[in-house]
Nanobody
Framework: QVQLVESGGGLVHPGGSLRLSCAASGSAFSTYSMGWYRQAPGKQRELVARISSGGSLTYEDSMKSRFTISSDNAKNKVYLEMNSLKPEDTAVYYC??????????WGQGTQVTVSS
């Protein structure tokens, strides 16, 4: 069982920035594939970005120029740096972990609201 706890969401003005963090339990974090997804009201959950255990990065096309995913194996954390935020980025952002065995696991989500 992997527990994920997101933090860093909040209200931000258009054009602003936020940094989301996800803390993961377990001693095998370096072997996990980690990701960020988001779900806006009335819409399906969608991929934002993923980082593999080997450091390979995957981004949803419309976000890769503004968002950056990174991880810190020493802290068991994955981050999502979001810049130039737009109202359409408003959503609940979820952390996802895919270990070598079992999973995937999801965090409880953190709300990001972009509004003036």
């Amino acid at each position: 069982q992997v527990q994920l706890v997101e933090s860093g969401g909040g209200l931000v003005h258009p054009g602003g920035s936020l940094r989301l963090s996800c803390a993961a339990s377990g001693s095998a974090f370096s072997t996990y594939s980690m990701g960020w997804y988001r779900q806006a009201p009335g819409k399906q959950r969608e991929l934002v970005a993923r980082i593999s255990s080997g450091g390979s990065l995957t981004y949803e096309d419309s976000m890769k120029s503004r968002f950056t995913i990174s991880s810190d194996n020493a802290k068991n954390k994955v981050y999502l740096e979001m810049n130039s935020l737009k109202p359409e980025d408003t959503a609940v952002y979820y952390c996802n972990a895919v270990p070598l065995i079992k999973g995937p696991y999801w965090g409880q989500g953190t709300q990001v609201t972009v509004s003036s």
